[in-house]
């Protein structure tokens, strides 16, 4: 892979821009498979996951950077489309739990298809633009992503991925790491409990640093109350106890694209462990890179995760690529291998020989992996 730098001006281009509002087509999509029903309702994740698959395999890589030190005032039209979906995200939700529990022409298997549908939007773009908003500095933008988690009923991903993920990202005390040979159906149901269990501690411990207790009225976690609680009354009057099921339904399909990815961003790669609890730092080698020109469009380019870690405050227009020298590359972008993931004999088949590989080029002196883990385990907290 050969990667170019790109002039300022042209990163600035609208047009440049223009291909990340794409996110923005998944809306009448769902919107008319609600008024069509039968088989348009498979429209939404067969164009994420397959039409996705066929154009990234047509448009090839995305091989330029844009200079990570240009100036972010002349951004406005990437943030623009992070910072207007949570309304438009709230608006099909709610509108599509009204129109569906008083619409005659859709049965219960197609009102789950239908919200199933929805998850996949809430999660493959909600959860990515929140992702892109809690990294930010502006206040607007934090409580927009909170706003985003809490429809998907997952407000303590914040926490966590801040205070946990980031900072423990590639070791045995990030719960979202899959380990080598973990499948998806062992890594799903765990980091679900773990997850939910190490943002608590991390808030908690924060709030005794200084000399507060738990439940005191700063915790974060009484804003993710009151809002996932919020929406789930919203719902609720909205569309009955139906409509509350479907808001249900959307939200775990929204948490389960989530795990799906996480699972695939850093699955086998480990950070070395230094001794009394510390690793090395976060490098762009701990998290499998793709430069996938399609799916970086749809997902504002979450695939160049390597730089993401590496410099986490980075917007996404001005995140770099990697050649394989400096980063792992999957061999597909996230549609492909999220599909993959979801079959594990095909994901170990394909994956482990490359973790393999990984270890012998940034860890050769490592030879013995099961020794080592049981060395680098997490300490208490």
Known sequence: MSITALPDEQVRSPLRALPFWVSLTLVPMVVWAAFQGGWWLAVVPFYSWVLYSLLDAMAGL?????????????????????????????VTLFGLIYYATRADHLSG???????????????????NYSHELLHQKPKLDRWLGDILLAMVLYSHFRSEHLLVHH????TPRDPVTARYNEGFYRFFPRVLWQCL???????????????????????????YAALQGGMMVLALLIGGWLGL??????????????????????????????GDGKYEPVRPHHSWNSA?????????????????????DRPFPLLQTYDADEAPQLPHGYPVMTIMASIPPLWRRRMNPRVRAWRKQHYPDITDWSAYKAASNPLPR
């Open 62 to 90: 995305e091989e330029g950077n844009p200079d990570p030190l240009m100036e972010r005032t002349g951004l406005g039209w990437y943030r623009a489309i992070t910072l207007i979906w949570a309304p438009v995200q709230f």
């Open 109 to 127: 298997l197609e009102l789950w298809a239908l919200f199933f549908g929805m998850g996949v939007l809430s999660g493959t773009v909600g959860i």
């Open 167 to 170: 900072r423990y990202v590639a």
């Open 197 to 223: 269990a190490s943002a608590w501690g991390a808030e908690k411990a924060m709030l005794a640093r200084k000399g507060l207790g738990a439940f005191h009225l700063s915790n974060p976690f009484w804003r």
């Open 245 to 274: 099921v479907l808001f249900l339904v959307q939200a775990f399909t929204a948490i389960w694209q989530l795990e799906l990815v996480n699972y695939i961003e850093h699955y086998g790669l480990t950070r070395r462990h230094l």
């Open 292 to 312: 996938k020109k399609a799916s970086n469009w749809l997902l504002i380019n979450l695939q160049r995760h390597s730089d993401h870690h590496f410099k986490p």
